[in-house]
């Protein structure tokens, strides 16, 4: 009887060993951000994932300082995140939540940070850049440069695309260059579309406008441009209608969830999410982060998409993983590897 009590001691420690060690299944982060620790105001700032509230402001005072504030304070939030304080504590952060996760993200920002993360963990970081015009100026970010970069197979995909923030739809004429560049290479283009930090516009993206967070304004684009490979960033929120309707009448067009899917109220996040899949699209909703200086929001983001009460199993995984691998391109072998 000892000898049998020692063989089924043994077996449990085997099976909980192998469980502990046991990979989790992978997930594909769309959305994530190599910048510096400062990136968002001086650190450390306190974000709500999600918040309780946006609060209301008395136009009278200083809306930057409310909002810094408030980041400092965490007085908006329901649950709080904190940014590290140093660049390298960032990095270490987020590294280590994306091998404790088996993450693979598509990581834009700094072109000098991306490379270092890169670097640093070779497998679990997708390069991509992240692109507006006054950007484009400063650092050369041109046509030409950019498809070397591209060319060269060190950068996968172009975006986050943020014209947005400088009051540029998408649909310009002066962009119509690079999304063909990335048409031709058939380069994935991420766009911002939807929402920023509240009050964006008096926070100094002073050309910043609501109007432009209309999914709509992707409508001549995947018209000029029906073989780009084009995904809606922040799924268009809070814009729903025009979301639905884009997706419906663009069977190549897919959303990532970033930053929604942590900073939004749980219950609007639900809505959102649950009005794109009951529409019939959750083929094509992929996880994204918007990873920025808060590691904690990662993992807080995919448990909402575990805990989601209206998905089934099979939606979260396409969620989480397959629909990004399928809109990557991602081959049978290399899914195996992950």
Known sequence: MKTLNLIFLYSLTVVTVFAQQK???PVIDMHLHAVPVDDQGPPPLKIGAPFANFSAFDPQGNYGETFIGALKSGAWNQHTVVSPITNAELQTQVLNILNKRN?????????????QWKSASPKRIINAVYWDLALSKRAGLTVDSLTKLFKSGEFKIFG?????YEGISIA?????????????????????????PPGAVYLGATKMRARLSSALILEDVLVKHPKLRLYAMHAGWPMIDDMIAMLYAYPQLHVDIGVIDY?????EFYYYLQRLVDAGFGKR???????????QAIEVSINNIQEAPFLNESQKRDILFNNAARFLRLSDQQIKEL
């Open 263 to 267: 900073i939004l109220p749980k219950k």
């Open 103 to 115: 993450i693979y993200a598509v990581c834009s920002g700094d072109l000098k940070i991306v490379r």
């Open 285 to 295: 909703v992929m996880f994204g982060s918007d990873q920025m200086v808060w590691p």
């Open 160 to 164: 986050e695309i943020a014209l947005q």
């Open 172 to 196: 310009d004429s002066t962009v119509d260059a690079y999304l063909q560049m990335a048409e031709k290479l058939d380069i994935p283009v991420g766009v911002h579309i939807g929402t920023g």
């Open 23 to 25: 990979k989790p299944l």
